[in-house]
């Protein structure tokens, strides 16, 4: 009878080996955490968004654009706004990014009235917000390298508008009144010697009223044409750049040809 039940015994516990082997070998026994539970469960983290995709504006893109709103160094301030629009579209690898008739907003950011001496009246212009055609709204910067005004107006590398100097104006009053004044004096002296006096006052008169006036006022009337140039690049998102027509601007008259407005003559 003992060696039944050890026999038994022994058998027990060879069974009970075999299946604590087999549960070592498969894996962790129920109840207990897993390394390959916890691996999925890293694996179902949600996926990032990717990013959405970008068209590029390089820097030194040119902007042909008009002037909506005319401005003048007689009352512009820094802060005034300015309204423009582009006039040509501009495509890069056969697609159209930025159509014509895109609105343009900008700035003035300094501005001087010519001075009585010299100088010339100057306007600095930043333009910095682009309202494409179906409202996808653009921050850039942007200066002027041009400018159609009609007058002698010219724009430097800083993006500074320069008024004309008019000296040729500043000539000729004083020639006339050094002629006028001659004249005056020969006449009263009936001799060289007053004829030469009178020159003298006609030139100081003339020189006098150069002084006293302002040069003329820079000008940039509505329908005025301003190229600007970015001057960092423009990211465009994908989505909202799709336009299958160039688009149109709008017809606005360009400035007539004007001259200078100063007081040409004291007399």
Do not use: C
């Amino acid at each position: 009878m003992k060696s039944i039940s050890s026999i038994l015994a022994v058998a027990s516990l060879m069974v009970f080996g075999g299946t604590l082997r087999a549960q070592q070998a498969d894996g962790p026994m129920q109840g207990q955490p897993a390394a390959a539970q916890t691996s999925s469960a890293s694996d179902a983290a949600p996926a990032t968004k990717p990013a959405s995709a970008k068209y590029l504006v390089p820097p030194g893109t040119r902007l042909p654009l008009v002037l909506h709103n005319a401005v003048t160094t007689r009352n512009a301030k820094p802060g005034d706004p300015v309204y423009l629009e582009t006039l040509f579209p501009i495509v890069i690898d056969d697609r159209i990014l930025i159509p014509a008739g895109s609105y343009v907003q900008g700035e003035i950011t300094d501005a001087k009235r010519p001075g009585k001496v010299k100088g010339t009246g100057e306007i600095r212009l930043r333009i910095n917000t682009m309202i494409l055609p179906n409202g996808y709204t653009v921050n850039f910067n942007a200066i002027p390298t041009n400018t159609g005004t009609g007058g002698n107006e010219s724009t430097d590398k800083e993006g500074n508008v320069h008024g004309d100097t008019d000296k040729g104006t500043d000539v000729g009053t004083v020639l006339k009144t050094t002629g006028i004044g001659a004249g005056i004096g020969g006449i009263a002296g009936r001799s060289a010697g007053g004829a030469g006096i009178g020159a003298g006052v006609g030139a100081a008169v003339g020189l006098a009223t150069v002084l006293l006036t302002r040069g003329p006022e820079l000008e940039l009337p509505r329908g005025t044409t301003v190229d600007v140039i970015l001057d960092r690049a423009v990211y465009l998102d994908a989505s909202r750049v799709n336009f299958s027509e160039p688009g149109h601007a709008s017809t606005l008259p360009g400035p007539a040809n004007r001259e200078p407005t100063r007081s040409r003559s004291p007399i």
